[in-house]
């Protein structure tokens, strides 16, 4: 016969034992228990993480609340403008035509110039006769 030694961690089908009932129950309230406790932790972070996006979204309200005013601002202040480059128009169309009137003038005058020079020449070469 081979002898084994027998192995102290190793149990045999007798020492095996169930647990007692006391220590079932006793596990399962702990069992019980951490799990609220960690179902609980995770519904507390959710809602956390909702009251957090909800200040969240009354910020950004009030933030497009006061972007919408300042459009508005804006495009009154735009319409105001609008109305004063319309009452101006008229004026800035006599300018444009001064200006144009302007041009002609200083283009005769050259003309002018350029004429009474040559009549000046036209006339020295006489007088030197």
Do not use: H, W
């Amino acid at each position: 016969m081979i002898c084994m030694e027998e192995d102290p961690a190793v149990e045999t089908a007798e020492e095996a034992k169930e647990p007692a009932e006391a220590d079932i129950n006793e596990l399962c309230k702990d069992m019980f228990s951490k799990m609220a406790t960690y179902l609980t932790g995770e519904l507390t972070a959710t809602s956390e993480d909702y009251k957090l996006l909800e200040n969240m979204n009354k910020l950004t309200s009030l933030k497009y609340l006061e972007m919408k005013d300042i459009a508005i601002n804006i495009s009154r202040n735009l319409k105001d403008l609008n109305q004063k480059y319309a009452a101006l128009q008229p004026y800035l169309e006599q300018i444009n035509l001064i200006e144009e009137q302007v041009a002609a003038l200083e283009q005769a005058a050259y003309k002018l110039d350029a004429y009474s020079k040559k009549l000046e020449a036209k006339y020295k070469k006489l007088e030197k006769r």
